[in-house]
């Protein structure tokens, strides 16, 4: 019997979506049936996080520039001639997608589903559509806030065979991951893995080569893309344009380019040769004792768009020559470089030095591993120091708290929300009933 019911996701993915844009946006959405936001027929964004293991699927967070924007100066407290470029938003899209498939993640690990999520990647551009992985029905959510709204979809599947090659995920601490992830020879493998797939599976000669050819421009377009989850994070694209992407799949196929039936087709190859050259990397980092997962392909096609990962991940591009052609590979994995704690490869990425600046210490990217403290606060009560000293082994302490009124959940010493108990398997825990405002946030403060 399947253990993915839609209506729950819908559920989880609904209030969760609706409490963070209320909780850290102070943004109340309303969801809707119809997409009116002009915003997203132009220039946006997509943020996409993928599942891998027992659930196999991608969900995305779909906005336009101008909202995009608007969420990063509410989250991160600024104007918006103070946001430090595109990065800076690109960051705030793949948090909210990191919270929402996170929490999704987290239910279905209680419903004995064993699954991991990848680091989240980010398209954008002005002409492009997105073609999630075949795997289940597409589902699609819409969010306003005033004139602006954001698009949730997601596509998800059972794959029940997968929990013996997730039973070693995320076994080893970050600098044991680091290490190991540095002693795999990525250039060779991702260049050896395209020169052999192309030429056993199409009978294409490629090579390396070191610049993109004079003339060449990017045109119509279309990008096979996988993800990494698990000990190893990361993505791995492989670009071409779409011309050349028919010439690849009549050779796959055997057949003549006007043969081919639709554009579908011409996905598939994609979606194939991502896969095959992506599972050769994964397999070079399994070889070294690294636990990873390989997400289902999507494709990305258009004219104006681009496909990349966060600033965690530092990008590495390859280009290869085919005849006439160019075919553009790119493979990012995450490597936890600086001594600090703090990711220095986005910085290296850009050509930037770390550096202690008060624009750096909004980024997001520098406060996920901060420790924090989360406290279920029962009641209270005043006692005299004398009564204090009567209490024993069995003594019973009255709370000033009622009987059936919610817990205050504390997070460092401040109310965020109030729940109530539950016993699940002979476990405790809080179910949130309650969100509190910012107002009463800053009053709970200490």
Known sequence: ??????????????????????????????????????????????????????????MSLHVSVAFATLITTAMLGVEESEIDGEEEVKDVLGEL????????KSEFLDNDLSCVISTPSITRGSDFKIEPSKMGELHKWIFRYKKHEII?????????????????????????????VNSVDI???????????????????????????????????????????????GLFNIQVNYDFARIMTAAML?????????????FDVLRELS?????NLKSAFVDVGLSCMLSTPSITSGKDFKVESLNIIKTQRFLFACGGSTIIVDAGIKK??????RSSAGKEAQGQAPE???????????????????????????????????????????????????????????????????????????????????????????
């Open 152 to 180: 949730v979809e997601i596509t998800l599947k059972e794959d029940l065979g997968a929990k013996a090659e997730i039973a070693g995920i995320a076994l080893l601490d970050s600098v044991a991951v680091s290490a190991k």
């Open 1 to 58: 019997m399947e253990k993915i019911r839609i209506t729950a996701v819908e559920k989880n993915i609904t209030n969760c979506t609706v409490e963070t844009f209320e909780t850290m946006l102070s943004m109340p959405l309303t969801k809707v049936g119809m997409v009116t936001d002009e915003g997203l027929n132009d220039k946006r964004l997509v943020g996409a996080v993928h599942f891998a293991g027992e659930v196999v699927g991608t």
């Open 187 to 233: 250039p060779t493998t991702v260049i050896n893995s395209v020169i052999d797939v192309f030429y056993t599976m199409l009978s294409m000669e490629t090579e390396n080569i070191s610049a993109v050819p004079p003339g060449f421009v990017e045109g119509n377009r279309t990008v096979g893309t996988v993800s990494f989850a698990g000990d190893v994070q």
């Open 356 to 446: 202690d600046t008060e624009d750096e210490l909004r980024n997001l990217s520098l406060i996920m591993e901060i420790p924090i403290e989360l406290t279920v606060e029962m009641g209270r009560t005043q006692k005299r120091i004398q009564d204090v000293l009567k209490l024993g082994q069995g003594s019973v302490v009255e709370l000033a708290q009622l009987d059936g009124e919610p817990v205050d959940l504390l997070v460092n010493e401040t109310l965020i929300a109030k729940g109530e108990i539950v016993v699940e398997k002979e476990k405790y825990g809080i179910r949130i009933v309650e969100i509190v405002s910012r107002t009463e946030r800053v009053k709970s403060l200490r």
């Open 97 to 104: 997608a990191n919270i929402i498939s996170g929490n999704l």
């Open 336 to 341: 936890d470089e600086g001594g600090d704690g």
């Open 275 to 279: 896969n095959i050259i992506g599972g």
């Open 254 to 266: 055997g057949i003549d380019e006007d043969e081919i039936e639709s554009e579908e087709e011409v």
